[in-house]
């Protein structure tokens, strides 16, 4: 390979964090209403009563999960996973969200949200809100989802269903795998109450030793199975662990106990020579959002600061403590004084706590309860050649120089995109590779091709984001690795987020250097790309490669853009250009009579982005937002919202993409990103929306996979004024949006 210079190539980048003062973020809620009303002081102002509650919102977008656990058209097993996502979802909501609203109120702030209420208005409606879901769902697991798999021989039992013989293997089972690595924790005088840490499964144990009451605390460790096998046979305990959730549906049943019910049925044997009086489950969630302190100029080592940010978060302060609803009222006063907990964070639970260890059952080889497995589709079936002209190619650079690929995820195959960085990383004539990486799982086959590609002749920059939060621990270790391989590792800016996922190469050809992109709106994760939908774009365009290789520069230097040719960036314009797009369509609906907007999103939070929406519809702008999760934005409000229909998608893959499409009077326009309409993305993090130029792919987005999402009927709920969702009902055709392009991509997709 030749060296590479030019073309913004840069020089090597910098392995701590830079300051880069190209970009800067509000750091107040005010100071973005004044950078709102910069941009456009003559859009309606929000009142109460035309904003939905951001986090009251979010625990609807949960309850539409639930629904999913609850719905007899999922197969049983896919319903006791959304069951354990429901579990997921809401545990790291309490712990960032739930956190935040909860320090506002203990620092006596009152400032009211856009919605009208305090902070203890708030506080008090999650709650309320979330014990009803709670209760809600443990209900279906107990009454139905699991009654259901015991009926298709999955039987997920208490230590009294057990009969006399499971009771002995079980109780050979407690003592060979279980017994040794619990930790019985007396609590008196001498030894204190023991930290709980974030998420873990406990037991408060109530003893009696020579006539005096005491307490104890068993945790039990996750590296065992919530779900513990019962051996077929008393043969099987002699042999291997039989602690695997990895089980063999040959059987003509299965049957498993719950950990916690194990552990308390041997209670006397971690606690020789006192009385077992009885024990209760608990689980307790701890503030997790936890930030670097980027300003202090003595850490000058991003890295190091995120090791030491991220071991806090053990220790966080409780935000929410369940508790089995047995457990007398006051034991449950005493865990909360124990925990420095308040009555208002407990949830007493009639049912299992933590039941998110529910995808245990998914490792089951059941695929009759199970959705039915798929392969995605190839872009390409018969190689480099385009399915609509027949026209071949030698390699994907070549294909790139003629034609725009938009990539569909997970109906067609993440692996044209790996496979685009794996063949820079061993083309002779590439000169660059930069790439942007946020969250990448724990196998990915990006990294070793970013490290075949670093040699003495190409350069490999990667900016990989320390603060994706929950993934710092494994982004650190790919920086880690990547350095010691000698790739030029960037950490970001200070006190930004780098959201945008980006890749960018650089290639020397016969007429010069010549830059090949790929722009997504999801992570370069190959596990959640089966999972994940969303939509990437791979080409060659000169003006949106030069608007790229300016952003990694200012992204791994000092440079400072104050213009980009084609993209729409944050947090240093995307919100003026979102709303400067809106308002241009009201405009021309205003001379034509036929503005039309359609916007894809995960959530609609953004206060000046729904300010310009309403004033659309006001004009009388025909607005189709679809939108997953939160939804600010109250639809059909006379006067404000008339023409604005909201839908929410929620099935069997997680909907992920960013597409905005404005009618632009009949010369569509519809451009991709990362960032959704919240001021998170638009004020604090690095995002990218891009616009899709190629007609066929234009026409593709709008025409197909726009128009397929206002059509389902099995997936879709609809956001009514008053905050309520209700789902479609599927009628006597039901259209499942997912299902179809699952068939749809299987014969072929566009190429500009």
């Known amino acids: 390979m030749s060296s590479g210079e030019g073309l913004g190539l840069g020089e090597p980048v910098a392995v701590t964090a830079g300051d880069g003062g190209a970009v800067a973020a509000p750091t107040s809620p005010e100071a973005a209403d004044a950078n709102v009303d910069a941009i456009a002081p003559d859009l309606p102002a929000l009142i109460p009563d035309v904003y939905l509650n951001r986090e009251l919102s979010w625990l609807e977008f949960n ?31 309490y712990m960032i969200r739930v956190a935040g609203v909860k320090r506002k109120v203990s620092a006596g702030i009152g400032d009211r949200a856009t919605d009208g209420r305090t902070p203890v208005q708030q506080l008090t409606a999650i709650h309320d809100v979330t014990r009803d879901l709670l209760a809600e769902h443990a209900h279906l697991v107990r009454d139905a989802i699991l009654p259901g798999l015991a009926g298709q021989g999955i ?18 089972v407690f003592l060979r795998e279980v017994f040794p690595v619990l930790t019985p924790q007396a609590i008196d005088r001498g030894r204190r109450f023991p930290h709980v840490s974030n998420g873990s499964l406990n037991l408060i144990i109530v003893l009696r030793n020579n006539g005096i009451a005491r307490f104890a605390r068993v945790k039990i460790p996750a590296v065992l199975p919530r779900l513990a096998p019962i051996p077929a046979d008393h043969a099987e305990v002699t042999g291997g662990s039989v602690l695997v959730t990895d089980r063999d549906a040959t059987k003509s049943e299965l049957r498993f106990v ?60 409780p935000v929410r403590v369940d508790v089995d609803r047995r457990m007398p009222p006051e034991v449950q006063r005493w865990l909360l004084e124990q925990v420095h907990a308040g009555p208002r964070d407990l949830c007493a639970i009639d049912g299992r706590l933590g039941l998110q260890d529910l995808f245990e059952l998914v490792r089951i080889d059941r695929p009759d309860l199970k959705d039915a497995p798929f392969t995605p589709a190839p872009l390409f079936p018969d190689g480099l050649t385009v399915p609509q002209t027949g026209e071949q190619y030698e390699d994907i650079f070549a294909l790139l120089r003629d034609h725009d690929v938009l990539v569909h995820l997970p109906y067609q195959s993440f692996n044209i995109v790996a496979d685009f960085v794996r063949a820079a990383s061993t083309d002779k004539d590439v000169v660059a590779i930069k790439q942007t990486l946020y969250r990448l799982g724990k196998d990915s086959p990006l990294i070793p091709a970013l490290i075949a590609a670093r040699d003495d002749d190409t350069q490999v920059a990667v900016l990989v984001e320390l603060k994706a ?58 596990n959640t790309a089966r999972i994940y939908e969303d939509v990437g774009l791979l080409t060659s365009r000169d003006d949106l490669a030069s608007d790229v290789s300016e952003l990694f520069n200012v992204l791994t230097g000092y ?90 998608i929620v099935g069997r893959f997680l909907e992920h ?96």
Not at 72 to 80: F, Y
Not at 488 to 494: F, I, K, S, T
Not at 672 to 694: F, H, K, Q, W, Y
């Open 63 to 93: 309850r539409r999960v639930l629904r999913e656990a609850a719905s007899d058209r999922n197969p049983l097993i896919e319903r006791a996973k959304f069951a354990a996502i429901f579990c997921s979802n809401l545990d790291e909501f």
């Open 155 to 172: 039987r997920v039992l208490g230590w009294d269903d057990l009969s006399a013989d499971e009771r002995t293997v079980m109780g050979e």
């Open 258 to 317: 719950w950990m916690e019910d194990l552990v308390a049925a041997h209670l006397d044997r971690l606690f020789p020579g006192s009385e077992v009086i009885a024990s209760y489950a608990f689980h307790v969630l701890r503030d997790s959002d936890v930030e670097p302190d980027e300003d202090d100029e003595d850490n000058a080592d991003l890295l190091e600061v995120m090791r030491e940010t991220i071991s806090q978060r053990p220790f966080g302060t």
């Open 469 to 526: 939060r929950f993934d710092e621990e494994n982004n650190i270790s790919w920086a880690q690795t990547l350095e010691s391989h000698g790739v030029h590792v960037a950490y970001g800016l200070v006190g930004l987020k780098t959201h945008c996922k980006l890749t960018l190469v650089v290639r020397r050809e016969p007429d010069g250097l010549r830059r090949y992109l790929h722009i997504s709106t999801g992570n370069y994760n190959a």
């Open 559 to 648: 440079s400072h853009q104050e213009h980009y040719r084609k993209l729409w960036v944050a947090p240093d314009h995307m919100r003026a250009q979102i709303v400067a797009a809106i308002r241009a369509e009201t405009a021309i609906h205003r001379e034509h009579g036929n503005g039309r907007l359609i916007l894809k999103m995960n959530s609609l939070v953004d206060r000046t982005v729904i300010r310009a929406l309403y004033e659309a519809s006001q004009a009388g702008v025909e607005i189709d937002l679809i939108v997953r999760g939160i939804c600010c934005l109250r639809p059909g409000v006379p006067g404000w919202s008339e023409t604005i229909r909201v839908r929410s």
């Open 657 to 752: 993409s960013r597409v905005y499409f404005f009618r632009n009077n009949g010369n569509h326009s519809v451009y991709i990103g990362s960032a959704d309409a919240m001021e998170r993305n638009l004020d604090r993090r690095v995002e990218v929306i891009t616009p899709v130029e190629s007609p066929a792919l234009v026409s593709h987005l709008r025409d197909v996979v726009l128009d397929a999402y206002l059509r389902d009927t099995v997936n879709a709920s609809i956001l009514h004024e008053d905050g309520t969702w209700t789902r479609i009902q599927p009628g006597e055709e039901p259209f499942d949006v997912q299902a179809w392009f699952l068939e749809y991509y299987q014969a072929g997709s566009p190429v500009s």
